[in-house]
């Protein structure tokens, strides 16, 4: 198990109940990826776990983000935000054709190009 950020499970609880379709898109192997959501209890916030496999290229190929878009049964669109910490997600989102927020609290310090906004908080998606 590893240390959440604060209000995690608060704010998916919250999109939860708001019906907002969510998915994780990460470039962390299957093998290591579910597993971290599982141990965290927080698998079942998310209809769609989408990791690197032959086929689906790590971001910032957006081959990652278009197919969880498929499977959530959604297109990207002016509703469709992609939340990431760093300029390979930024990239990846850009390419997909949504917008992109920034999580300035993550591993990058340096504000990635293509952010359409930056949060500085988990709950701040809560505002979008």
């Known amino acids: 198990m590893i240390e ?20 994780v898109v990460s ?3 299957g093998w290591l990826a579910r597993p971290l959501l599982e141990s965290n209890g927080l698998n079942e916030y998310f209809e769609i776990v989408i990791t690197p496999c032959r086929g689906l290229p790590a971001k910032p190929k957006p081959q990652g983000i278009l197919n969880a878009l498929e499977q959530i049964g959604h297109g990207p669109n002016a509703s469709t935000w992609f939340v990431g910490d760093g300029a390979v997600d930024a990239c990846a989102a850009e390419a997909a054709g949504v917008k992109f927020v920034w ?5 990058e310090t340096r504000q990635p ?14 505002l979008l």
């Open 27 to 29: 470039n962390l192997p």
């Open 113 to 126: 190009p293509c952010t359409s906004i930056a949060v500085e908080k988990f709950e701040d998606v809560l």
């Open 4 to 23: 959440l950020y604060e209000q995690v499970r608060q704010t998916l609880e919250t999109l939860r109940n708001r019906k907002t379709s969510l998915g």
């Open 103 to 107: 999580a300035s609290y993550g591993y």
